[in-house]
């Protein structure tokens, strides 16, 4: 699909012209708020609350200066994602580096985001993401997204273009790049200008326009309770919640919800395809300029007035769950990875060679491996079988081929020169669109695996399409 001109990867618009006067008269009211002393940082992640289970979590500890965790952080690098949109497809103008002034550790428990200016006006900043790609909603459960940070200590026009963010984008857009807003993002605290606001937003659907006004997005705002944003740290969470019909999105600052979002808010396939994928990674990013400052402001940011070396300050970043029925991070097999035992997007692989996406109109949704062919091959990584062996495989495919036209639909664990470990046949089932879930017995397979999807077939011809595919006992 074409990409939005402005977005945040790709989003972060204000929403809507009618708000920008009530936004332009925020700059100046946060002019004159006062800055009292910044709080530090907590011992540790707290603990859950009771009822909550802790999936992941990083409390940044570490000495001065070094990097965050390389086991649970990617740190992006440059303008883009390679072969994505430029500039983060945000229109934001800092360059994204790994060098510590720009992020790194302060040997107190915090990560430090800071946007530098060199002499000849160029901006550098940050922006890292979760290895994690799977933080989901358990069936019938909560999925909680929460952060103690403090937005960069910046007010007035010394703030214009400062754009701190904490956010979550669904996982099919890694190596993609091009489907958002459909896989779904969740902003879950943003802040420009130095305004005291955070900004709770919501993109899915289409862009433009669509169901989530694209590329505004179905968001809300408030101050930060008690101490300015910019002033003090405050916690910003995010909740999935499946354990009620129709379920909810819900956004909260230090435990006071300011924003929620219905299922029944929108059309079943828009909910079905930005939930019914493998998860959402997170990522905290400190952007300078783009879409949504120069929206706020109604003109170009940064200005020569912006003042470089205010940091966003992160405490820990944490994810939880309660309840749960399966099918999400509360119900996996012993291990870390994802598990084998509920549905695996197709479109959610690691990397994969010689297919492309498409749209699966299937009551299941969502988007499917297209023109898959002989050597083909999929990968995804750390699935986790367990210590109970699995013995089925089973996926959800469609094929269109012609006469004579058919291949295998392999398992292979940890190598794809490896042995297949099941398989199936497949031809034509009536139409590149005509679903069907096809079982194959397999070899026991217990543990943590990455498992490889691979096509063999006799012919070069296209022989199937793939929705989604997971294991059984």
Not at 257 to 269: E, G, I, M, T
Not at 351 to 365: E, R
Request: charged share 15%; aromatic share 10%; with cysteine.
């Amino acid at each position: 699909m074409p990409v939005p001109t402005v977005s945040r990867s790709i989003s972060r618009r204000p929403f809507g012209s009618r708000r920008r006067s009530v936004l332009l008269g925020a700059i100046s009211a946060a002019a004159l708020i006062a800055v009292p002393l910044t709080l530090p940082a907590q011992a540790s992640v707290p603990p859950p609350d009771p009822g909550w289970t802790m999936q992941w979590s990083d409390d940044f500890d570490g000495s001065a200066g070094s990097l965050p965790s390389a086991d649970n952080w990617i740190i992006d690098l440059g303008h883009s994602y390679p072969g994505g949109p430029a500039n983060w497809g945000t229109g934001e103008i800092a360059r994204h580096t790994d060098d510590p002034a720009n992020i790194g550790l302060d040997g107190s428990g915090n990560l430090r985001i800071t946007p530098r200016r060199d002499s000849a006006g160029n901006w550098t900043s940050a922006r890292i993401e979760t290895r994690r790609g799977d933080f989901k909603a358990p069936d019938d459960g909560v999925l909680r997204i929460e952060s103690r940070l403090q937005m960069p200590n910046v007010t007035g026009e010394a703030a214009l273009g400062y754009w701190p963010a904490f956010w979550a984008l669904g996982s099919p857009y890694r190596g993609n790049y091009w489907n958002w807003p459909g896989i779904g993002e969740f902003d879950i605290m943003e802040n420009v200008n130095g305004i005291n606001s955070v900004w709770g937003v919501l993109h899915c659907g289409v862009n433009p326009g669509g169901p989530c006004n694209e590329t505004n997005g179905i968001g809300a705002s408030r101050q930060c309770p008690g101490a300015s944003c910019q002033s003090a740290f405050h916690t910003y969470r995010f909740e999935w919640d499946t354990s009620v019909s129709p379920n909810q999105l819900r956004w909260y600052v230090d435990g006071q919800q300011y924003h929620s979002v219905s299922q029944s808010d929108l059309p079943a396939d828009t909910w079905r395809n930005m939930t019914s994928h493998a998860g959402y990674f997170i990522l905290l990013n400190l952007a300078i300029g783009g879409a949504f400052p120069d929206g706020v402001a109604g003109f170009r940011t940064p200005t020569s007035a912006t003042v470089p070396g205010h940091p966003m300050i992160v405490d820990y970043v944490a994810v939880s769950t309660r309840g749960g029925s399966g099918g999400g991070p509360t119900d996996p097999p012993p291990g870390d990875g994802e598990s084998a035992y509920g549905r695996i997007q197709a479109e959610s692989a690691a990397s994969q060679s010689g297919m492309s996406l498409g749209a699966a109109a299937d009551a299941d949704g969502g988007q499917h491996l297209a023109s898959v062919s002989n050597g083909d091959w999929a990968l995804y990584r750390d699935i986790d079988f367990g210590s109970t062996a699995a013995r089925q495989f089973s996926a959800r495919v469609a094929s269109g081929a012609g006469g004579g036209v058919s291949g295998l639909v392999e398992v292979r664990l940890d190598s794809r020169s490896s042995e297949p470990i099941g398989s199936f046949a497949v031809g034509n089932t009536g139409g590149w669109q005509s679903w069907r879930t096809i079982p194959a017995n397999m070899a026991d397979v217990t543990g943590v695996h990455d498992v490889y999807l691979t096509f063999t077939s006799g012919q070069p011809a296209d022989f199937v399409n793939v929705n989604w595919f997971t294991f059984s006992r």
